[in-house]
C-alpha cells in the first residue's frame, strides 16, 4: 500500500523505522515541513494525515500506508498561497519562519475542527456551538511554538482567516 | 542495525498471536513508545500496530459507554454522549497533551504511557530504577518538583502523567482486557500498580495481555468536571489535577468521585476524602478538609512540597465550581 502524499502515491520505506516526518525531507526533499524538538513538544512538523493535524515526528511513515497526507507545500504555493498565508503574511504571524509550515497547517486544521464542533479545553458548554475566540484560538493552538514570539500576529492571523469563512 | 519488524494486526487474536513472547511491543498513535524509543528508553524488537483494531463509542445497555481500545482520544471528548455525560472525561481529556497528539494517541495507549520523569527519560546520564531496576534514583535528590507526593517508595517518585484516567478512575471504570489465557476485567482504580519494590511494574496486565475497551456506568453525578494546574496555561503535564463529580440531595452531598492526578504513581482515588464529605455539605472549606484527610500520609519532598496546598486549593475551587456556591 501506497501513501498519498500531496495527491502523489509514494511508497512507504522499506526501514520500517523511518519517521512520517524523515520520509518527507530526508527522502522526498518536501522540506517545508520542519524538525523542531523531533520529541513532540513543539508543533514544527505538523501536516495533515487524512485531513487531521498530527505531529509527523511521531508517526511512522509505514502508519500512513493508506492515507492521504497533506503538508505545507500541498497547501499552498507561492503563485497560490493559502488564505492562512496571506492572512500570516498580512499579521506579521512570524519572523524567523521555522515554526511557521507547521502553525499554518494546524490552523487549517484547528478551523475545521471548529467548524465541526469540536470543544477545547477552555469550552465554557460543551454541548453548545463552538465560538471563534482569541481565547479558544489560543488554547487550540498551543501544541505549535514560536520562539521568536509571534504569538499574537498569528492569533490575528487566524481570527481573520475564521472570520471570513463565517462571513 | 538490528533487525525490526513491524505488522498491522487485524483482529484482537491476531494482535495477540503476534506479540507474543513479550519482544514486540503494542503500537498505538506512538506520541509516547516512538518518543522512548528514539530516546532509547523502549528497546523493542518489534512493533505490532493496533491502531486498525476496533476504536468504537457505544452505548451499553445499562446507559453507560464501551469504548475501544483504539479510540483516539480526540474523538472520545469530541463524542456527544461523552460532552454531555461525562463532562470530567471530556475536560480531562482536552486538558491533555495538543491537539495533534490527541488526534494521534489511542485509549489504550493513554493508559499504557509511561512516566515523564526527566530522569527515566535520560538513559545515559540518569539513574532509574523504573528504567534500570537496581540502579538507583537520581530523581529523589534532585529536580523533583513534578514529582509524587504520597504512594511513592523509596525507590521511585515518579507520576502517572495521563489526565484522561484520572477522569476514569473517579468514574469508575472497568478495563476489559485480553491474553492467550481469555479475557478479564480490571478495575480502573486497581489498574495502576505503586512502585514499591517493583517500579518498573507499573500495570497489572500480565504479560502477553492487551486493553481491550475501557467501560463506563451511567454517570452518577449530576455535575462534574476536571481542573488542571500547571506551569503554563495548556500544553503541560499536571502539577496537580482534580476530577470530580457531585450529585447533591436536600443541601447534602449525596454522591461525590474525586480523583487526583500529578500527585502519584497512579491516578490518585481520593476515597477518604470522599467518605468525609457524603453526608455532609458541599463548600470549598469541608473539600479542603476532606483532602487534608486523604493525604494524611503525603511524604512531599523539596521540590513540591507546594502540592499538598495546591491540591487542597484546587478541590476547594472544584467545589465551587460543581455547587455553584461560594461559601
Known sequence: ?167 | MMPFTYSRAASIDQAIEMAAGGRSHLLGGGTNLVDLMRKGVERPSGLVDVTALPGTIEETGGGGLRIGAAARNSAVAAHPLVRARYPMLARAILAGASAQIRNMATVGGNLMQRTRCVYFQDVAGARCNKRAPGSGCDAAGGFNRYHAIIGASPQCIATHPSDMCVALAALDARIHVAGAGGARTIPMVDFHRLPGERPDLETLLEPGEMIVAVEIDASPFARSTYRKVRDRASYAFALVSVAAGLTMRAGRIEKIGIALGGIAAKPWRALRAEAALRGGPATAQAFEAALAVELADAAPLPGNAFKVGLAQRTLGAVCIELSGSDR
Request: charged share 20%; aromatic share 2%.
Open chain 1, 1 to 167: 500500500m501506497a501513501i498519498r502524499i500531496n495527491g502523489t502515491e509514494v511508497a512507504a520505506p522499506d526501514d520500517v523505522r523511518v519517521s512520517l516526518l524523515d520520509l518527507l525531507r530526508e527522502r522526498l526533499h518536501l522540506t517545508g515541513t520542519k524538525v523542531g524538538c523531533n520529541q513532540g513538544a513543539c508543533g514544527a512538523c505538523t501536516v495533515l494525515v487524512d485531513g487531521e493535524r498530527v505531529l509527523s515526528c511521531l508517526t511512522l511513515a509505514v502508519q500512513a500506508e493508506g492515507r492521504s497526507v497533506t503538508t505545507i507545500e500541498g497547501l499552498g504555493s507561492a503563485d497560490s498561497p493559502h488564505p492562512l498565508q496571506l492572512a500570516f503574511i498580512e499579521h506579521d504571524g512570524f519572523q524567523c519562519g521555522y515554526c511557521t509550515p507547521g502553525q499554518v497547517c494546524a490552523a487549517a486544521a484547528m478551523l475545521r475542527e471548529i467548524e465541526a464542533g469540536v470543544p477545547s479545553y477552555v469550552t465554557a458548554d460543551l454541548t453548545a456551538p463552538v465560538l471563534v475566540t482569541r481565547e479558544e484560538v489560543r488554547e487550540r493552538m498551543s501544541g505549535n511554538l514560536c520562539r521568536c514570539g509571534a504569538h499574537n500576529g498569528i492569533v490575528d492571523a487566524i481570527l481573520e482567516v475564521a472570520a471570513g469563512r463565517a462571513a
